[in-house]
Nanobody, 117 residues
């Protein structure tokens, strides 16, 4: 089992910044991909950014150049630095960990990010 705990959400004005953190515990050796997803009211959950165990990253087009995902393996923590925030970034942000064999997704409880205009 893997437990994921997010923190760092909050209310910020447009143009501001936030940094989300996700601390992983448990059988984390089984995880090969960590990511951040978000879900806005009335919308499907979408991938924001992901990072492999080797440090390869991928981003949604809507956040490229504004968000940065990183990981600190010593602290079992994944970060999402969010800059130049826009009202459309408002959502609940979820930390995700993927185990390949057998395939399984772990989720955190989510943290609310609200960007005011």
């Amino acid at each position: 089992q893997v437990q994921l705990v997010e923190s760092g959400g909050g209310l910020v004005q447009a143009g501001g910044s936030l940094r989300l953190s996700c601390v992983a515990s448990g059988s984390i050796f089984s995880i090969n991909l960590m990511g951040w997803y978000r879900q806005a009211p009335g919308k499907q959950r979408e991938l924001v950014a992901a990072i492999t165990s080797g440090g390869i990253t991928t981003y949604a087009n809507s956040v490229k150049g504004r968000f940065t995902i990183s990981r600190d393996n010593a602290k079992n923590t994944v970060y999402l630095q969010m800059n130049s925030l826009k009202p459309e970034d408002t959502a609940v942000y979820y930390c995700n960990g993927q185990k390949p064999f057998p395939p399984y997704n772990y989720w955190g409880q989510g943290t609310q990010v609200t960007v005011s205009s």
